[in-house]
């Protein structure tokens, strides 16, 4: 059984920087698996962030960016608002199916 | 834009098939090089994947779900759905449907989610 795991919380403050990342039980992370952000607030959906590593979506803010860090899957916000408070998910493919990380709950204080 | 919009009951007893149904909007099932996913959520817990079907027919699934899983399309409603046999209060979550933005995304534009409850 594949695992993917995630920091389960993180404190930043606002207008800091925070580095969230994701690894994998299969070993280094790498552009092959796909790896792919979510933003998810209480009561809402999930929002797609990232895309393959490092692609942002029409709708990605700036602030927001993905890339490899130490064999691992990684976002970044930068110049962090109090709005970015929220679970961050990563989801990385394996041979076409998808499995997603436990989830980071990121506190803005 | 295309918009997705989840169906099916809310309520479903144990051993039964769960099934749900995809509504999209904005945009025909039939056309560009999709996927069409399934995503699941219980109740204050991370997400699941469960599986995703492409445009061409061919699909995906969770190891842990395949024996119990099925995904199909039906161009002519411009929907696709998810049946979930033998369920168990385990299979409690909120389900969302959701389609890829093209080569190398994951699910970008998902349904607002429906809750299932598996109860006698």
């Known amino acids: 059984q594949t695992v993917v795991t995630q920091e389960p919380s993180l404190t930043v403050s606002p207008g800091g920087t925070v580095t969230l990342t994701c690894a994998s039980s299969t070993g280094a992370v790498t552009s092959g698996y796909y790896p792919n952000w979510f933003q998810q607030k209480p009561g809402q959906p999930p929002r797609a962030l990232i895309y393959?590593?490092?692609n942002k979506h029409s709708w990605t803010p700036a602030r927001f960016s993905g890339s490899l860090l130490g064999g691992k899957a990684a976002l970044t916000l930068s110049g962090v608002q109090p709005e970015d408070e929220a679970d961050y998910y990563c989801?990385?493919?394996?041979?076409?199916?998808?499995?997603f990380g436990g989830g980071t709950k990121l506190t803005v204080l | 834009q295309v918009q997705l919009q989840e169906s099916g009951p809310a309520l479903v007893e144990p051993s039964q098939t769960l099934s749900l149904t995809c509504t999209v909007s904005g945009g025909s099932l039939s056309s560009g090089y999709y996927y069409w996913s399934w995503i699941r959520q219980p109740a204050g817990k991370g997400l699941e994947w469960i599986g995703r079907i492409y445009t061409s027919g061919s699909s995906n699934f969770n190891p842990s779900l395949k024996s119990r899983v099925t995904i199909s399309v039906d161009t002519s409603k411009n929907q696709f759905s998810l049946k979930v046999t033998s369920v168990t209060a385990a299979d409690t979550a909120v389900y969302y449907c959701?389609?890829?933005?093209?080569?190398?995304?994951?699910?970008?534009?998902w349904g607002q989610g429906t809750l299932v409850t598996v109860s006698s």
């Open positions: 989801l990385l493919y394996y041979g076409g199916a998808g499995v």
């Open positions: 959701a389609r890829n933005n093209g080569a190398g995304s994951g699910p970008a534009y």
């Open positions: 393959t590593t490092s």
